[in-house]
T-cell receptor, first 117, second 112 residues
Framework: EPEVTQTPSHQVTQMGQEVILRCVPI?????FYWYRQILGQKVEFLVS????????KSEIFDDQFSVERPDGSNFTLKIRSTKLEDSAMYFC???????????????FGAGSRLTVL | DAKTTQPPSMDCAEGRAANLPCNHS???????VYWYRQIHSQGPQYIIH???NNETNEMASLIITEDRKSSTLILPHATLRDTAVYYC?????????????FGGGTRLMVKP
């Protein structure tokens, strides 16, 4: 079964450092997403991406965050200068965007755990 | 998207049916009911979705009341591996790209 792949599975970084989290969405999907989950809290939407641009973003997704699709397969989340409160599990997801009934079903990756010290 | 209300936790005996309720009294005519689950900090996993008819797949059944103000997710024979947080999410119908908004969900504990 097709899956969304995320790397790294765990990253430890110092406060103020830049971090890039990588995702390989399902190959024929058109919509890509980043979510995060702080330990013990809800899964929170960060950003959605379609046709090489951001389609929607939350208040969390401020200027410290950026997303990119550098090639035909990868989708990245960059945190420019990490803060302690950025420590969380980050989930990438993708959805087909077409195909009728299943168009809006998101498939999530296993997540990347970010620890900021 | 309409707000949903779920009990914070439920227990179920292994092998029995798990019935997880969800209230969505402000649901609009063009909103689907989606169910996802999250097993121990793994990525959320899609289970099933529906508009007004009952739906069944290999994982579960979804029963939506006639007025669409509530629904029940049924896991027919719960196993220990079904222990997870289950999220009921209401979302505009097939509007590709719309974000999912996760609430607190129901923490289902399947016990031997």
């Amino acid at each position: 079964e097709p899956e969304v792949t995320q790397t790294p599975s765990h990253q430890v970084t110092q406060m103020g450092q830049e971090v890039i989290l990588r995702c390989v969405p399902i190959s024929n999907h058109l919509y890509f997403y980043w979510y995060r989950q702080i330990l013990g809290q809800k899964v929170e939407f960060l950003v959605s991406f379609y046709n090489n641009e951001i389609s929607e973003k939350s208040e969390i997704f401020d200027d410290q965050f950026s997303v990119e699709r550098p090639d035909g397969s990868n989708f990245t989340l960059k945190i420019r200068s990490t803060k302690l409160e950025d420590s969380a599990m980050y989930f990438c997801a993708s959805s087909p965007g077409t195909g009728g009934r299943g168009a809006n079903v998101l498939t999530f990756g296993a997540g990347s755990r970010l620890t900021v010290l | 998207d309409a707000k949903t209300t779920q009990p914070p936790s439920m227990d179920c005996a292994e092998g029995r049916a798990a019935n997880l309720p969800c209230n969505h009294s402000t649901i609009s005519g063009n909103e689907y009911v989606y169910w996802y689950r999250q097993i121990h900090s793994q990525g959320p996993q899609y289970i099933i979705h529906g508009l007004k008819n009952n739906e069944t797949n290999e994982m579960a059944s979804l029963i939506i009341t006639e007025d669409r103000k509530s629904s029940t997710l049924i896991l027919p024979h719960a196993t220990l591996r079904d222990t997870a947080v289950y999220y009921c999410i209401v979302r505009v119908a097939n509007n590709a790209g719309n974000m999912l908004t996760f609430g607190g969900g129901t923490r289902l504990m399947v016990k031997p």
